[in-house]
Nanobody
Framework: EVQLVESGGGLVQAGGSLRLSCAAS????????IGWFRQAPGKEREGLSC????????YYTDSVKGRFTMSSDNAKNTVYLQMNSLKPEDTAVYYC??????????????????WGQGTQVTVSS
């Protein structure tokens, strides 16, 4: 059974940093696409950063490029999202997700099958 458990969210002031973790189980890390997404109230879920299962490359959406860094520790089956220079508009519930079939290089949330429960990130101004 695929399970994803996020942690590390919280309240931070604008300009601050947070590191999110996603502990994964039930699948082989290298065989799955895995990514970070977020959803703010009243907005659609947005793909932030994803690691391609076919190339191993990491994609970042423009709104977080240069501020967020996704990394993985395959030995621990854990992925991380280091978030720096946080802005109030980064406030959202953050999710990690995985999919065994998608081999593309982008972050389309509609194709990801497995999702964590989410962790709240709130950035105060």
């Amino acid at each position: 059974e695929v399970q994803l458990v996020e942690s590390g969210g919280g309240l931070v002031q604008a300009g601050g940093s947070l590191r999110l973790s996603c502990a994964a189980s039930g699948f082989t890390f290298d065989d799955y696409a895995i990514g970070w997404f977020r959803q703010a109230p009243g907005k659609e879920r947005e793909g932030l950063s994803c690691i391609s299962s076919s190339t191993g490359s990491t994609y970042y959406t423009d709104s977080v490029k240069g501020r967020f860094t996704m990394s993985s520790d395959n030995a621990k089956n854990t992925v991380y999202l280091q978030m720096n220079s946080l802005k109030p508009e980064d406030t959202a519930v953050y999710y990690c997700a995985a999919d065994g079939d998608y081999s593309g290089t982008y972050c389309p949330s509609s194709v990801y099958d497995y999702w964590g429960q989410g962790t709240q990130v709130t950035v105060s101004s």
